[in-house]
């Protein structure tokens, strides 16, 4: 009976130390996969640059453009009014600006205008078929670059997320100017935001403005997260 009971006790604790063995497994596995989900969130998911299809010449009503491309169902136009309509809003200063039309005609979208900029010049970039593609568009006159604006298409869906308020800083002609600091910037998804990294070692914040400064390149970014749009010191 003792050798019975023994038995049973010794039975017992084994199958419960392989069950603290089981859950401890367990465990192990989710941490090992916790950190690998972290690991994959924290990559950098590097967009590149494509370059879109333009349309022949074609007139629109009212509508003077500089340039005009072909984006999936999407027409997309970057000039200026004609003649500029009265409804527009009080902070619209005119000027250039992005018009988007579907396959029908319909102005579907119209950013604001970029006022006295003398050039409107974009580049288009794409990660894959499930994350929004960015457009930017360089502004400046004859004084430099004053930044970018930036503009997302997800489907039929056009956004203007902001702007990139910041220039790079080089010599040109034997003068200092402020240059385009889009062929200097990295466009990374991470996780479920995007990352607009830059690989210069300085550039200069509002260039030519009032609050014009300079600043590390490698530990400033815009962030986008589906919402806002901000500058972010690393």
């Not at 409804?87 to 579907?108: I, Q, Y």
């Not at 402020?178 to 990352?195: A, D, L, P, R, Y």
Request: net charge positive; with cysteine; aromatic share 12%.
């Amino acid at each position: 009976m003792k050798t019975l009971l023994y038995i049973s006790t010794l039975l017992l604790l084994i199958s419960c130390g392989q069950k603290n063995s089981n859950q401890t497994a367990k465990k192990n596995e989710s941490a090992v996969d916790n950190l690998a989900d972290n690991k994959t969130n924290n990559i950098c998911q590097e967009y590149s640059k494509i370059k879109a299809k333009e349309i022949p010449e074609k007139s629109y009503p009212n509508i003077n453009y500089l340039q005009a491309f072909q984006y999936n169902d999407l027409t997309l136009l970057f000039g200026s009014y004609q003649s500029e309509p009265k409804n527009l809003l009080k902070n619209d200063f005119g000027g250039f600006r992005l018009f988007v039309m579907n396959a029908k005609g319909k102005l579907l979208f119209r950013s604001k205008g970029a006022g006295d900029s003398r050039s409107f010049s974009p580049e288009f970039y794409k990660l894959n078929d499930s994350s929004p593609v960015f457009i930017l568009v360089e502004l400046g006159d004859e004084g430099g670059s004053w930044g970018n604006n930036v503009y997302s298409i997800s489907g039929n869906e056009v956004k203007d997320i902001g702007n990139i308020n910041v220039a790079k800083q080089q010599i040109v002609d034997g003068n200092f100017s402020f240059v385009n600091i889009g062929e200097f910037t990295q466009i990374c998804k991470i996780g479920n935001s995007f990352q607009f990294n830059f690989h210069t070692d300085s550039v200069t914040y509002d260039p030519n403005g009032k609050n014009e400064k300079c600043l590390d390149g490698k530990n400033w970014h815009y962030i986008y997260d589906g919402k806002t749009f901000k500058l972010t010191k690393k």
